[in-house]
């Protein structure tokens, strides 16, 4: 518990949510929801994909209405102006600030404008400046460890650059309570780690905080107590300290959830053939610094980390199409790949988990069955002759949707947006991977995924696997590069910094470390060149 937190008992709480239910349709998605969030808190909000957390926060955004229940803000009831229930402005008004999964950035206007139109524009001698501005803006980004130039378009920014300029938006006005969801989903374990700093001494001056992860491994030191919500009913509100991790992941489940089991490396190379699946060779591309080389096994899961702006979801994006090579070249069966055509790309058999959900990954609007159809196995219930059988149809997308553990999964034409975050990224990942691809570019692929959902998709990960897939597991979470791969590379300036032959042998801290420690030095493990010389030859 803080220290800040002390004497709780003696000031109205920062947040107290009481009785709150909420509705969708038939399914209860809140149900009597009532805790409290003490100023000076960092209070975590956990819960399985779809218990209804995100629901929670929409409802004190004012985004949604509640149907039953009230909301207190220091110890007065959050209500529009203009009478019964609240809206966004109220909650503003209230000196709330949000960051939701959905970062709603302007995307056409640089970092430093997102954040200066809530902060407000700084002026020399009556004028806006933009010089005086900017400084003001790279100043906020600092505290955060953010190192982005605050005169970036948002839209060139990656994912994470993007959650961590939202953050920065949020806290740039020194808000008394911040709602955190799921921020630390795209982030590398070093960047959670600086945010965490800025958030403790955030908390020192009062501030009260409402953080929804699926990371566990990151409230350890960061959270004073956790509420986790389980079907829409609170199951529990407890001191962390008070916690064990099993017992943790026990409230979260509803069960036990088997540990993660670390993969050993195909013991033969020979079983899926001794020739690499996937042979890169000193490919460069506008975006990324390389020349970079690698190869990849049919059968093999090889893990790539690095830290914010090291080259890792450049590289994945190159896979997907996105970018052209500048030079080198990168070969699937001994045959070029297209890199920089998305669609040749794809019926080549490249199938890419992309990293931005919200911008690459699911179709909004659409319905389960459309945001599969690009599954050829889903959808192998085509009848012969060519025509369609939407009755075939339904039963394989419903098929896919069990296999990948997606909830509600009661009809295909469900619109995708209904779906949980976590929920639409199993959607995703089940268009990714249902078609047993050549090679499977997985970027982040379990982001906002539970817990207990996880091991269901690394399961399936590792039966691509040894069906003969080869895969690189890109992830900003280092745990599982750690605990799912055969073999890992730490990217740094676009360039390999350090490979690690076993991933058996390397820890979590190990491959942060790893991301930290490079310096143009540093040796190639097993080439003993350096970064220069790969940067030269
Ligand atoms: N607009 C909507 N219409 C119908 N159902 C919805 C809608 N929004 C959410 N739901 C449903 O409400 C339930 C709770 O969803 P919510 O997004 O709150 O879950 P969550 O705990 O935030 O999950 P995640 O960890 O995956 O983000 C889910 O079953 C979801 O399908």
Request: with cysteine; glycine share 12%; hydrophobic share 35%.
């Given at each position: 518990m803080s220290e800040a937190s002390a004497d709780w008992a003696l000031e109205p709480p920062a947040l107290r949510f009481s009785g709150l239910t909420k509705r969708f349709g038939q399914s209860e998605v809140l149900q009597g929801v009532s805790f409290d969030v003490a100023p000076g808190e960092i209070h975590a909000l956990l819960g399985a994909n779809g218990a209804g957390k995100s629901t929670l926060i929409k409802i004190l955004a004012g985004v949604y209405s509640l149907d039953s229940g009230s909301i207190e803000v220091h110890g007065v009831p959050l209500e529009s102006a203009h009478g019964h229930g609240h809206d966004p402005e109220a909650a503003r008004a209230a000196g709330i600030a949000f960051v939701h999964q959905d970062l709603g950035l302007v995307e056409d206007i640089s970092v430093a404008d997102n954040i200066a139109l809530q902060l407000g524009y700084e002026k020399r001698f009556g004028l806006v400046s933009s010089r005086a501005t900017s400084a003001r803006v790279a100043r906020v980004l600092a505290t955060i460890g953010a190192e982005f130039a605050p005169d970036r378009m948002v839209s060139s920014l990656s994912r994470d650059e993007q959650v961590l300029c939202a953050v920065a938006r949020a806290l740039a006005l020194e808000p008394r309570i911040v709602i955190l969801d799921?921020?630390?989903?795209?982030?590398?374990?070093?960047?959670?780690?600086?945010?965490?700093?800025?958030?403790?001494?955030?908390?020192?001056?009062?501030?009260?905080?409402?953080?929804?992860?699926?990371?566990?491994?990151?409230?350890?030191?960061?959270?004073?107590?956790?509420?986790?919500?389980?079907?829409?009913?609170?199951?529990?509100?407890?001191?962390?300290?008070?916690?064990s991790h099993d017992a943790l992941v026990r409230h979260i489940v509803g069960a036990?959830?088997?540990?993660?089991?670390?993969?050993?490396?195909?013991?033969?190379?020979?079983?899926?053939?001794?020739?690499?699946?996937?042979v890169v060779r000193d490919l460069t591309t506008d975006v990324m610094t390389g020349p970079i080389s690698f190869d990849v096994h049919a059968g093999e899961v090889l893990g790539i980390?690095?830290?914010?702006?090291?080259?890792?979801?450049?590289?994945?994006?190159?896979?997907?199409?996105?970018?052209?090579?500048?030079?080198?070249?990168?070969?699937?069966?001994?045959?070029?790949?297209?890199?920089?055509?998305?669609?040749?790309?794809?019926?080549?058999?490249?199938?890419?988990?992309?990293?931005?959900?919200?911008?690459?990954?699911?179709?909004?609007?659409?319905?389960?069955?459309?945001?599969?159809?690009?599954?050829?196995?889903?959808?192998?219930?085509?009848?012969?002759?060519?025509?369609?059988?939407?009755?075939?149809?339904?039963?394989?997308?419903?098929?896919?949707?069990?296999?990948?553990?997606?909830?509600?999964?009661?009809?295909a034409d469900r619109d995708v947006s209904e779906l949980s975050g976590g929920n639409q990224q199993k959607i995703v990942f089940a268009r990714a991977l249902a078609d047993r691809p050549e090679i499977a570019v997985l970027e982040d692929?379990?982001?906002?995924?539970?817990?207990g959902s996880r091991e269901v998709l690394y399961d399936l990960i590792h039966e691509a696997a040894d069906a003969g897939t080869a895969v690189l597991l890109i992830s900003t979470d280092f745990e599982e590069v750690a605990a799912q791969s055969h073999r890992v590379l730490v990217l740094s300036h676009g360039l390999i910094a350090a490979e690690f032959p076993d991933a058996r042998e390397v820890s979590a801290d190990r491959l942060a470390e790893a991301s930290y420690a490079v310096a143009p030095t540093t040796r190639l493990p097993g080439t003993g060149r350096s970064l220069e010389d790969q940067a030269r030859s």
């Open positions: 799921e921020v630390s989903a795209s982030l590398p374990k070093p960047e959670v780690e600086r945010l965490s700093r800025s958030l403790r001494s955030m908390r020192r001056g009062g501030a009260a905080f409402l953080y929804v992860t699926h990371r566990l491994d990151e409230l350890t030191g960061l959270v004073d107590r956790v509420t986790v919500l389980r079907n829409g009913k609170k199951v529990v509100t407890a001191a962390m300290s008070d916690l036990e959830v088997r540990a993660s089991r670390r993969r050993a490396r195909p013991q033969d190379d020979s079983a899926h053939g001794r020739v690499p699946k996937l980390c690095g830290l914010v702006g090291s080259g890792t979801r450049e590289l994945a994006q190159t896979f997907a199409g996105a970018y052209k090579p500048t030079g080198g070249t990168a070969e699937l069966n001994g045959r070029g790949l297209p890199l920089g055509r998305p669609e040749a790309l794809a019926s080549r058999g490249c199938a890419v988990v992309p990293g931005d959900r919200q911008r690459e990954g699911i179709i909004t609007g659409l319905a389960l069955r459309e945001n599969l159809l690009p599954t050829r196995r889903a959808f192998g219930a085509w009848s012969r002759a060519g025509f369609r059988s939407p009755g075939r149809e339904t039963q394989a997308v419903l098929r896919t949707c069990e296999a990948f553990g997606v909830v509600p999964r009661d009809r692929p379990t982001a906002g995924v539970d817990i």
